[in-house]
Nanobody, 125 residues
Framework: QAQLVESGGGLVQAGGSRRLSCADS????????MAWFRQALGKEREFVAT????????NYKDSVKGRFTISRDNGKNTVYLQMNSLKPEDTAVYYC??????????????????WGQGTQVTVSS
């Protein structure tokens, strides 16, 4: 059973940076595509970024391209989301997720099997 744990959330000023981490000690990490989703208050959960098993393929939500970078370290069973030039509209709970089609990247939340509990990111203007 997976146990994804996110960390790194907090309060940051607009224009600032934050790095989120998501670690799991139970999965064979390199067997999974990993992704970040977010959910703002009163809104549906939305895709942010995804990375395949070896980091060779990534995909991003249009509004974060050029500002966010997803990466992974399979030796540490950890996936990261580096967020730069943050905007108030990036405020949300950020979730990491693991999906089993490890060679692919995909934005459909229904294809992800395991989810973390989320970490709050608040961007002040």
């Amino acid at each position: 059973q997976a146990q994804l744990v996110e960390s790194g959330g907090g309060l940051v000023q607009a224009g600032g940076s934050r790095r989120l981490s998501c670690a799991d000690s139970k999965l064979t990490f390199s067997s999974y595509t990993m992704a970040w989703f977010r959910q703002a208050l009163g809104k549906e959960r939305e895709f942010v970024a995804t990375i395949n098993w070896n980091g060779g393929r990534t995909n991003y939500k249009d509004s974060v391209k050029g500002r966010f970078t997803i990466s992974r370290d399979n030796g540490k069973n950890t996936v990261y989301l580096q967020m730069n030039s943050l905007k108030p509209e990036d405020t949300a709970v950020y979730y990491c997720a693991a999906g089993s089609a490890a060679g692919s990247v995909y934005s459909d939340p229904g294809r992800y099997m395991y989810w973390g509990q989320g970490t709050q990111v608040t961007v002040s203007s």
